[in-house]
């Protein structure tokens, strides 16, 4: 038999069915040539015994922590205020009385560099005055009170040595300062008054975080602490000047077992 030669039409038949055949074997992916086009990305894999703790609320509170699975991980980078107790101040109240004190709320601020060190500072402001007025036979007599400003400063560096799913025991290293300033108008003479507060200490307590009921970013601390104190309270009129000086070491408590609820508790919220 002889062989005939191709005509157009069957040439341009089989040139197309080729190239229908490449473009179809082009389109699979070949894994030996690494062609993993239409193949999803892997999920990233976590850690065995790592946890994700993921932080509830509204804001840019909102993220998720994978370092480790507790509540303070997830307050690390976030700025947390509260009442930080209430700092008493010495005072001189008058001549006679040279152991007064001016209660000082303070209002602070934490910030968490890491999961194991922090910084904190607090201001408090305290001010007091009044009088009182004795009416005998129609004849009014009016005496002021002692008349009274105080400012308080605390700074801190709160160091975790250990922690849990709700708790981190702190030690927190302190600085405290404050001052008050003030008088009391007599009809015989005006008193000066005046009184410096110098504290360096520590304390060591629990924050526990209310994470076991979805809000983690409220925590409530409870510290006692040991500080070296030194109280000056001054008290002077035209012919007296009263000038005193006291130190002392002890603890935040000082016999007082309400002052553990007073200025060793205090309340902090993240956000």
Known sequence: MRNRPHSPIWSCLTLASLLFI???VDAQDNPELGDVRHTPPPEPATASGSARVSARGDGPFDRTVATSGNDHASVVGHFGVGVFGVMSLPVASSLMDTNGSLSAPMIGAR???????????????????????????????????????????????????????????????????????????????????SGLLLELGARVGAEIQFGFIGIPQLALQATVGVHLRYEGRGASNDMTDISIHRFGFGTTVQGKPWDIFVSNISAIYYF
């Open 111 to 193: 910030y968490w560099l890491s999961e194991r060190m922090g910084i904190e500072g607090g201001l408090g402001l305290g001010f007091l005055t009044g009088g009182s007025t004795t009416e005998t036979n129609n004849v009014s007599v009016e005496v002021n009170d002692p008349t009274l400003f105080g400012l308080g400063l605390h700074a801190g560096l709160p160091l975790v040595f250990a922690s849990g799913a709700h708790y981190a025991f702190q030690l927190v290293p302190e600085l405290n300062f404050g001052f008050v300033t003030g008088g009391q108008d007599l009809p015989a003479n005006d008193i000066d008054l």
């Open 22 to 24: 490449a473009s179809h």
